[in-house]
Protein backbone atom coordinates (compact mmCIF):
# COMPACT_ATOMS: atom_id res chain seq x y z
CA UNK A 1 0.00 0.00 0.00
CA UNK A 2 1.48 3.67 -0.91
CA UNK A 3 0.99 6.90 0.47
CA UNK A 4 -1.82 7.87 -1.72
CA UNK A 5 -3.74 4.40 -1.29
CA UNK A 6 -3.05 4.98 2.52
CA UNK A 7 -4.57 8.25 2.09
CA UNK A 8 -7.47 6.82 0.63
CA UNK A 9 -8.25 4.41 3.05
CA UNK A 10 -7.20 6.01 6.22
CA UNK A 11 -10.10 8.75 4.69
CA UNK A 12 -12.61 5.93 4.45
CA UNK A 13 -11.80 4.98 8.19
CA UNK A 14 -11.96 8.20 9.41
CA UNK A 15 -15.76 8.90 7.28
CA UNK A 16 -16.63 5.95 8.91
CA UNK A 17 -16.06 6.48 12.47
CA UNK A 18 -18.49 7.70 13.53
CA UNK A 19 -17.78 9.02 16.89
CA UNK A 20 -19.78 11.23 19.29
CA UNK A 21 -18.94 14.23 20.82
CA UNK A 22 -15.96 13.17 23.26
CA UNK A 23 -14.20 13.56 20.13
CA UNK A 24 -13.03 15.74 17.81
CA UNK A 25 -14.77 16.02 14.76
CA UNK A 26 -13.64 12.99 12.75
CA UNK A 27 -15.10 14.45 9.72
CA UNK A 28 -13.05 17.42 9.57
CA UNK A 29 -10.31 15.28 10.37
CA UNK A 30 -11.37 13.64 7.30
CA UNK A 31 -11.69 16.68 5.12
CA UNK A 32 -8.00 18.14 6.34
CA UNK A 33 -6.24 14.91 5.30
CA UNK A 34 -7.74 14.53 2.14
CA UNK A 35 -6.23 17.96 1.22
CA UNK A 36 -2.67 16.59 1.54
CA UNK A 37 -3.30 14.08 -1.70
CA UNK A 38 -1.19 15.62 -4.69
CA UNK A 39 -4.18 15.37 -6.30
CA UNK A 40 -5.17 18.37 -4.34
CA UNK A 41 -2.33 20.57 -3.94
CA UNK A 42 -1.19 19.64 -7.17
CA UNK A 43 2.53 19.43 -6.43
CA UNK A 44 2.28 22.41 -4.36
CA UNK A 45 2.80 21.44 -0.62
CA UNK A 46 5.70 19.07 0.42
CA UNK A 47 4.92 15.12 0.67
CA UNK A 48 3.52 13.67 4.24
CA UNK A 49 5.36 11.50 6.26
CA UNK A 50 3.93 9.24 8.68
CA UNK A 51 5.19 9.52 12.49
CA UNK A 52 6.30 6.29 13.50
CA UNK A 53 4.28 6.02 16.63
CA UNK A 54 0.65 7.70 15.28
CA UNK A 55 0.54 6.48 11.54
CA UNK A 56 -0.96 9.83 11.22
CA UNK A 57 0.83 13.04 9.39
CA UNK A 58 2.88 15.06 11.70
CA UNK A 59 2.14 18.50 13.34
CA UNK A 60 3.51 20.32 10.33
CA UNK A 61 1.59 18.77 7.59
CA UNK A 62 -1.95 19.62 9.00
CA UNK A 63 -0.25 23.14 9.79
CA UNK A 64 0.61 23.49 6.37
CA UNK A 65 -2.84 22.58 4.90
CA UNK A 66 -4.27 25.31 7.60
CA UNK A 67 -1.30 28.37 6.38
CA UNK A 68 -2.65 27.72 2.69
CA UNK A 69 -5.88 27.85 3.38
CA UNK A 70 -5.55 31.09 4.92
CA UNK A 71 -3.95 32.36 1.38
CA UNK A 72 -6.64 30.40 -0.45
CA UNK A 73 -8.89 33.93 -1.29
CA UNK A 74 -6.18 35.92 -2.02
CA UNK A 75 -4.93 33.65 -4.90
CA UNK A 76 -8.51 33.05 -6.06
CA UNK A 77 -8.99 37.43 -5.66
CA UNK A 78 -5.46 37.98 -7.67
CA UNK A 79 -5.20 35.12 -10.48
CA UNK A 80 -6.99 34.69 -13.31
CA UNK A 81 -10.00 32.41 -13.68
CA UNK A 82 -9.06 28.60 -13.97
CA UNK A 83 -10.36 28.11 -18.15
CA UNK A 84 -8.38 31.10 -19.54
CA UNK A 85 -5.14 29.50 -16.80
CA UNK A 86 -6.09 25.96 -18.31
CA UNK A 87 -5.95 27.41 -21.74
CA UNK A 88 -2.67 28.76 -21.52
CA UNK A 89 -1.65 25.72 -19.89
CA UNK A 90 -2.23 23.89 -22.93
CA UNK A 91 -1.11 26.28 -25.46
CA UNK A 92 2.18 27.97 -24.60
CA UNK A 93 2.81 25.19 -22.08
CA UNK A 94 5.25 27.07 -20.00
CA UNK A 95 6.40 26.11 -16.41
CA UNK A 96 4.68 28.87 -14.81
CA UNK A 97 1.82 28.73 -16.63
CA UNK A 98 1.38 24.68 -14.91
CA UNK A 99 1.92 26.38 -11.76
CA UNK A 100 -0.50 29.01 -11.55
CA UNK A 101 -3.09 26.72 -12.56
CA UNK A 102 -2.15 24.32 -10.20
CA UNK A 103 -2.81 27.34 -7.22
CA UNK A 104 -5.84 28.17 -8.39
CA UNK A 105 -6.93 24.44 -8.62
CA UNK A 106 -5.52 23.83 -5.06
CA UNK A 107 -6.99 27.31 -3.59
CA UNK A 108 -10.18 26.34 -4.79
CA UNK A 109 -10.12 23.13 -3.32
CA UNK A 110 -8.96 24.82 -0.01
CA UNK A 111 -10.84 28.27 0.47
CA UNK A 112 -14.01 26.51 2.02
CA UNK A 113 -13.16 23.38 3.21
CA UNK A 114 -13.48 22.60 6.73
CA UNK A 115 -10.53 21.52 8.59
CA UNK A 116 -9.99 20.06 12.15
CA UNK A 117 -8.96 23.24 14.62
CA UNK A 118 -5.24 22.69 15.28
CA UNK A 119 -6.71 24.02 18.86
CA UNK A 120 -9.94 24.84 20.06
CA UNK A 121 -11.46 25.82 23.13
CA UNK A 122 -15.24 26.14 24.82
CA UNK A 123 -15.79 27.21 27.91
CA UNK A 124 -19.77 27.15 28.83
CA UNK A 125 -21.58 27.74 31.97
CA UNK A 126 -24.34 24.77 32.43
CA UNK A 127 -26.10 26.31 35.36
CA UNK A 128 -25.49 28.90 38.12
CA UNK A 129 -26.36 28.11 42.08
CA UNK A 130 -25.56 31.07 44.34
CA UNK A 131 -21.57 31.92 44.35
CA UNK A 132 -21.43 29.02 42.65
CA UNK A 133 -21.00 27.79 38.49
CA UNK A 134 -21.12 24.68 36.77
CA UNK A 135 -19.18 24.37 33.83
CA UNK A 136 -18.33 22.76 30.74
CA UNK A 137 -15.47 22.45 29.41
CA UNK A 138 -14.14 21.55 26.12
CA UNK A 139 -10.67 21.41 24.92
CA UNK A 140 -9.31 19.97 21.31
CA UNK A 141 -5.63 19.49 20.58
CA UNK A 142 -3.70 18.54 18.02
CA UNK A 143 -0.65 16.60 18.99
CA UNK A 144 3.38 16.56 17.27
CA UNK A 145 2.73 12.93 16.50
CA UNK A 146 -0.61 14.09 14.33
CA UNK A 147 -3.31 12.57 16.97
CA UNK A 148 -6.21 14.75 17.57
CA UNK A 149 -7.18 14.67 21.58
CA UNK A 150 -10.41 16.47 23.09
CA UNK A 151 -10.59 17.06 26.72
CA UNK A 152 -13.94 17.06 28.40
CA UNK A 153 -14.22 18.69 31.95
CA UNK A 154 -17.04 19.00 33.81
CA UNK A 155 -16.62 21.18 36.88
CA UNK A 156 -18.06 23.28 39.65
CA UNK A 157 -16.12 26.58 40.39
CA UNK A 158 -16.87 28.83 43.43
CA UNK A 159 -16.75 32.54 42.20
CA UNK A 160 -16.86 34.74 39.23
CA UNK A 161 -13.00 34.51 39.09
CA UNK A 162 -10.76 31.62 38.74
CA UNK A 163 -9.24 29.39 35.86
CA UNK A 164 -12.60 30.18 34.30
CA UNK A 165 -13.81 33.73 34.38
CA UNK A 166 -17.39 34.17 34.44
CA UNK A 167 -19.18 37.20 33.08
CA UNK A 168 -23.21 36.72 33.62
CA UNK A 169 -24.02 33.85 31.75
CA UNK A 170 -20.76 33.45 29.50
CA UNK A 171 -17.50 32.10 30.69
CA UNK A 172 -13.83 32.57 29.38
CA UNK A 173 -11.46 29.84 30.19
CA UNK A 174 -8.38 32.18 31.31
CA UNK A 175 -4.82 31.68 29.45
CA UNK A 176 -3.49 29.49 32.68
CA UNK A 177 -6.78 27.12 32.38
CA UNK A 178 -6.07 26.64 28.58
CA UNK A 179 -1.71 26.49 29.44
CA UNK A 180 -2.43 23.78 31.93
CA UNK A 181 -4.87 21.92 30.45
CA UNK A 182 -3.25 21.77 26.58
CA UNK A 183 0.45 21.12 28.55
CA UNK A 184 -1.06 18.03 30.34
CA UNK A 185 -3.77 16.75 27.68
CA UNK A 186 -0.74 14.14 26.40
CA UNK A 187 -1.46 12.60 29.71
CA UNK A 188 -4.01 10.17 30.74
CA UNK A 189 -7.47 11.02 32.66
CA UNK A 190 -5.73 10.05 36.09
CA UNK A 191 -3.19 12.06 35.91
CA UNK A 192 -4.33 14.79 34.55
CA UNK A 193 -6.99 14.91 36.86
CA UNK A 194 -4.16 15.39 39.71
CA UNK A 195 -2.99 18.20 38.07
CA UNK A 196 -5.96 19.97 37.74
CA UNK A 197 -7.53 18.96 40.81
CA UNK A 198 -5.73 21.07 43.23
CA UNK A 199 -6.51 24.88 41.57
CA UNK A 200 -8.24 27.21 43.93
CA UNK A 201 -11.66 26.87 43.95
CA UNK A 202 -12.54 24.51 41.52
CA UNK A 203 -14.33 20.95 41.51
CA UNK A 204 -13.76 18.90 39.33
CA UNK A 205 -16.63 16.25 38.91
CA UNK A 206 -16.47 14.18 35.44
CA UNK A 207 -13.16 15.14 32.76
CA UNK A 208 -12.65 12.79 29.62
CA UNK A 209 -10.06 12.30 26.86
CA UNK A 210 -10.99 11.58 23.70
CA UNK A 211 -8.26 10.65 21.00
CA UNK A 212 -8.51 10.34 17.28
CA UNK A 213 -5.64 7.52 16.47
CA UNK A 214 -3.04 5.91 15.96
CA UNK A 215 -3.62 4.49 12.68
CA UNK A 216 -1.91 0.86 12.59
CA UNK A 217 -1.18 0.04 8.74
CA UNK A 218 1.25 -1.78 6.97
CA UNK A 219 2.15 1.50 4.50
CA UNK A 220 3.11 3.04 8.14
CA UNK A 221 4.97 -0.20 9.70
CA UNK A 222 2.91 -0.17 12.72
CA UNK A 223 0.62 -3.19 12.22
CA UNK A 224 0.83 -4.59 15.85
CA UNK A 225 2.26 -8.10 16.56
CA UNK A 226 -0.83 -9.02 18.42
CA UNK A 227 -3.00 -8.82 14.83
CA UNK A 228 0.11 -10.66 12.52
CA UNK A 229 -2.12 -13.44 11.68
CA UNK A 230 -5.06 -10.91 10.75
CA UNK A 231 -5.87 -9.37 7.39
CA UNK A 232 -3.56 -9.76 4.54
CA UNK A 233 -0.29 -8.18 4.70
CA UNK A 234 -0.01 -5.17 2.52
CA UNK A 235 -3.53 -4.21 2.53
CA UNK A 236 -4.29 -3.80 6.58
CA UNK A 237 -5.46 -0.61 8.50
CA UNK A 238 -7.10 0.37 11.03
CA UNK A 239 -8.32 3.66 12.81
CA UNK A 240 -8.33 3.35 16.51
CA UNK A 241 -10.49 5.84 18.54
CA UNK A 242 -9.20 5.82 22.73
CA UNK A 243 -11.90 7.08 25.26
CA UNK A 244 -10.89 7.36 29.51
CA UNK A 245 -13.31 8.71 31.42
CA UNK A 246 -12.80 9.81 35.50
CA UNK A 247 -16.07 10.48 37.38
CA UNK A 248 -17.11 11.28 40.77
CA UNK A 249 -20.68 9.01 39.91
CA UNK A 250 -19.14 5.74 37.50
CA UNK A 251 -20.37 3.28 39.59
CA UNK A 252 -17.32 0.48 39.30
CA UNK A 253 -13.76 0.80 37.45
CA UNK A 254 -13.78 -0.72 33.64
CA UNK A 255 -10.89 -1.59 31.52
CA UNK A 256 -12.17 -2.30 27.83
CA UNK A 257 -9.14 -1.84 26.34
CA UNK A 258 -7.20 -4.71 24.61
CA UNK A 259 -4.47 -2.35 24.16
CA UNK A 260 -3.91 -0.71 26.82
CA UNK A 261 -0.51 0.45 28.48
CA UNK A 262 0.38 -1.29 31.81
CA UNK A 263 0.16 1.02 34.19
CA UNK A 264 -0.23 0.95 38.06
CA UNK A 265 -3.40 2.58 39.13
CA UNK A 266 -3.45 5.78 41.16
CA UNK A 267 -5.73 4.44 43.77
CA UNK A 268 -4.23 7.02 46.25
CA UNK A 269 -5.75 10.08 43.98
CA UNK A 270 -8.98 8.02 43.29
CA UNK A 271 -9.57 7.74 46.82
CA UNK A 272 -8.87 11.10 47.77
CA UNK A 273 -10.89 12.50 44.93
CA UNK A 274 -13.34 10.36 44.73
CA UNK A 275 -13.81 9.15 40.97
CA UNK A 276 -13.51 5.90 39.10
CA UNK A 277 -12.30 5.14 35.39
CA UNK A 278 -13.30 4.15 32.54
CA UNK A 279 -11.36 3.20 29.31
CA UNK A 280 -12.60 2.14 25.75
CA UNK A 281 -11.11 1.74 22.79
CA UNK A 282 -12.44 1.28 19.05
CA UNK A 283 -11.88 0.21 15.64
CA UNK A 284 -12.45 1.30 12.59
CA UNK A 285 -11.26 -0.83 9.57
CA UNK A 286 -11.48 -2.58 6.21
CA UNK A 287 -14.75 -4.94 5.67
CA UNK A 288 -12.44 -7.55 5.38
CA UNK A 289 -11.17 -7.20 9.03
CA UNK A 290 -14.40 -6.30 10.37
CA UNK A 291 -14.92 -10.02 11.46
CA UNK A 292 -11.62 -10.89 12.51
CA UNK A 293 -10.79 -7.86 14.57
CA UNK A 294 -14.17 -8.34 16.34
CA UNK A 295 -13.47 -11.67 17.17
CA UNK A 296 -9.98 -10.84 18.52
CA UNK A 297 -11.45 -8.31 20.61
CA UNK A 298 -13.96 -11.17 22.12
CA UNK A 299 -11.07 -13.66 22.58
CA UNK A 300 -9.38 -10.93 24.90
CA UNK A 301 -12.37 -10.64 26.90
CA UNK A 302 -12.80 -6.69 25.75
CA UNK A 303 -15.47 -6.90 23.40
CA UNK A 304 -14.44 -3.68 21.75
CA UNK A 305 -16.78 -1.45 19.06
CA UNK A 306 -15.80 -2.33 15.52
CA UNK A 307 -16.89 -0.28 12.77
CA UNK A 308 -16.67 -0.50 8.99
CA UNK A 309 -15.20 2.03 6.96
Do not use: N
Request: glycine letters at 6%; proline letters at 6%; a negative charge.
Amino acid sequence: MDKDAWLSVTSHLLRGARLGQQWPDVRRIASHLEAMAPAVHGGLAPPFELDPGSGLPGFVHWQQVVSDQSLAAEALATLEDEATLAARAETRGLPIDHRQLARRRYARALVDRPLAPLVAVDARVRRVDGDEASLLLVLDKLETSGRFVRVTMAATQAGAKGLVQLDADVATATAPLRDLVFRQARLDVELLWVALADQPGLTIERLERGVVGPVWADAAETWPAAWAELGTPGERAALCCTLELAATDLAADHDGDPFAEASAPLWAARSRYGFKVSRERRFVVPAALEAPVRAWCRDQGKPCVVRRG
